[in-house]
């Protein structure tokens, strides 16, 4: 069974969108296995856009990210990461069609809700940066 990891940004969650985020998570049928509201550190949110630490947005998509709680999230499906991206949209929401969580709330690419993994290894990466805990075990809760 696949994982993923996504994120709901500062934005979504000052605007009231983590109920909204996760409603349409688990009526698509995927499953919740890691769940956490928490504010970032600068170091930590620079080692989560590290590939896009050449970029001329990279320090603005850092400030914004350390900007207020996000909440972090793992969910469990079959195929999971690119379904969660299906539901997610586009990166940017001018592109994101409507229906998609990006397509539906955001309208500007450097404030755009949520984030999710775009590859296993990356999935892999990032759930266990951001839960090091031991909290996430790898065995499946789905038959
Ligand atoms: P995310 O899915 O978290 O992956 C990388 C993030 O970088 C992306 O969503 C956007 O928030 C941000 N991003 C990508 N391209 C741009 C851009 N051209 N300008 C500002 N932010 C961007």
Redesign the pocket.
């Known amino acids: 069974m696949e994982f993923t990891f996504v994120m709901i940004k500062p934005d979504g969650v000052q605007r009231g969108l983590i109920g909204e985020v996760i409603g349409r998570f688990e009526k698509k049928g995927l499953v919740l296995r890691g769940l956490k509201v928490i504010n970032v550190e600068r170091s930590f949110a620079e080692t989560h856009?590290a590939d896009?630490s050449a970029?001329r947005?990279f320090n603005?998509?850092v400030d914004y990210i350390i900007s207020g709680p996000v909440v972090a999230m793992v969910w469990e499906g079959r195929g999971v990461i690119a379904t969660a991206r299906n539901l997610i949209g586009a990166?940017n929401p001018a592109e994101s069609a409507p229906g998609t969580i990006r397509g539906d709330y955001a309208v500007h690419?450097?404030r755009?809700v949520i984030?999710?993994s775009d590859t296993v290894e990356n999935a892999r990466k990032e759930i266990a940066m951001w839960f090091p805990e031991g909290t996430i075990t790898w065995n499946s809760c789905i038959d």
């Open positions: 856009y896009l970029k947005f603005d998509l990166t690419i450097s755009n984030h999710g």
